[in-house]
């Protein structure tokens, strides 16, 4: 499985940006697809997730009403729309996929067995 993550960039504070995650090497729809971020000298924390129908979403609490996770099956990508993004909104951002099919939607890195590149997010003030 292959995940690339594209969309990243610089933005002022207020700003948006959408970000964009590839899948290839299987099957796209079926499965939990989220959303990560790791910011400079930090651990890699959660930001979203969705689950394999895009009918169910989870938020980590920094991000909710800001970031909107959605997915198109058919063209095998998930995508991250930002809006009202802080400063502390900077980081490099992970997508990432489970090998389950229809698994529960999940915070912890650990459980999830695929990851992207990476993009880099960076917002000024």
């Known amino acids: 499985v292959q995940l690339q993550a594209s969309g990243g960039g610089l933005v002022q504070a207020g700003g948006s940006l959408r970000l964009s995650c590839a899948a290839s090497?299987?099957?796209?729809?079926?499965?939990?697809m989220g959303w990560f971020r790791q910011r400079a000298g930090k651990e890699r924390e959660f930001v979203a997730a969705?689950?394999?129908?895009?009918?169910?979403?989870l938020y980590a609490d920094s991000v909710k009403g800001r970031f909107t996770i959605s997915r198109r099956n058919a063209k095998n990508t998930v995508y991250l729309q930002m809006n009202s993004l802080k400063p502390e909104d900077t980081a490099l951002y992970y997508c990432?996929?489970?090998?389950?099919?229809?698994?529960?939607?999940?915070?912890?890195?650990?459980?999830?067995?695929?990851w992207g590149q990476g993009t880099q997010v960076t917002v000024s003030s």
């Open positions: 090497g299987r099957t796209f729809g079926g499965y939990t």
């Open positions: 990432a996929t489970k090998s389950t099919l229809f698994s529960e939607l999940s915070r912890s890195t650990s459980s999830y067995d695929y």
């Open positions: 969705i689950n394999w129908s895009g009918g169910s979403t």
